[in-house]
């Protein structure tokens, strides 16, 4: 199915269903998401850059149109990440990850190096322990919480409720299209998205804060590093992304004061000002010189 110059794909991956949003023709950026939300996130950023590039956006396992695979430990999702570009024929790619996807795109950086041209980190999770005390306290929940949670968050009403709490997270919810808020509200329906992002922070996430943290091994991404931050993050702060930066080889920190937790929809502008250049440099430099 196509709709403005992006289609909506789906492949089997692992056995599994997977939904995935593509638009454009060159070199392929590989754009991952984050928790309690899906690919339909990125739809304007995949307007500006396939302009110049073939821009995939997987729905991750148990969110938004792909089914779950009941492990959501960050190297079993990387794990699907490579068997999805394996069968979209893909060696390698920019890779983009907000919030989780960002962990994501590291430890793929990390363990497939030779697949990854660039990477960029917004909002990134992983970049050391601090979380929110919001999703502390979520990742305590016992079981039977979560599954009265996921029951009252499906009755009438409830889907309404998990947006507007969404919405208080942000710096500008306002700025953010309508058509995410509208696509929030359907994700809100479905028990596998609900479970799957209850399980991921309870997973992610513990008493001391994040429990999956790519800082010690910063030194290992060789490749240029982009990462981009609102200034009033209130999931990861933002001086995290700072003390990333400063550990990368080749990494560099852009701050958007107006931004939450979710600079690229709140920003748009500005994350596209820091993003587009960026990926594009390696093609405005041309071919590498013959030996």
């Not at 079993?76 to 962990?103: C, K, P, Q, Y």
């Not at 599954?147 to 507007?164: H, I, S, Y």
């Not at 479970?195 to 991921?200: A, G, I, K, V």
């Amino acid at each position: 199915m196509s709709h403005d110059g992006m289609t909506e794909r789906r492949i089997i991956v692992q056995g599994i269903s997977t939904l995935y949003l593509e638009a454009g023709e060159g070199p392929v950026i590989l754009l991952i998401h984050g928790n309690a939300t899906g690919p339909q996130d990125w739809r304007r950023i995949m307007r500006e850059l396939s302009a110049t590039h073939r821009v995939v956006a997987p729905a991750l396992p148990g969110y938004g149109g792909t089914g779950p695979l009941g492990d959501v430990r960050p190297k079993r999702l990387v794990s699907f990440l490579t068997a999805f570009l394996d069968e979209l024929g893909v060696a390698e790619v920019i890779a983009v990850g907000h919030s989780l996807g960002g962990l994501l795109a590291g430890e793929f950086a990390l363990t497939r190096p030779e697949r990854v041209t660039r990477l960029v980190l917004a909002d990134s999770a992983g970049l050391g322990r601090a979380v929110s005390p919001v999703l502390i306290a979520e990742s305590l929940l016992p079981p039977p919480v979560v599954t009265a949670l996921v029951t009252v968050l499906t009755l009438p009403g409830g889907d309404v409720a998990r947006v507007v709490g969404l919405a208080a997270q942000l710096r500008q919810p306002w700025r953010v299209p309508l058509s995410v808020w509208v696509s929030q509200l359907r994700l809100s329906h479905s028990p596998n998205f609900l479970r799957t992002s209850l399980e991921t922070v309870r997973v992610g996430v513990g008493l001391l804060g994040q429990r999956f943290v790519l800082t010690d091994r910063l030194d290992g991404i060789r490749v240029p590093t982009l990462l981009i931050w609102g200034l009033t993050d209130s999931e990861f702060p933002v001086w995290q992304g700072w003390l990333a930066a400063r550990r990368l080889p080749s990494g560099r920190l852009v701050v958007i004061p107006g931004a939450g937790h979710a600079s690229h929809l709140e920003c748009h502008e500005e994350f596209v000002d820091a993003l587009g250049p960026f990926v594009r440099d390696r093609i405005a430099a041309g071919p590498p010189p013959p030996d």
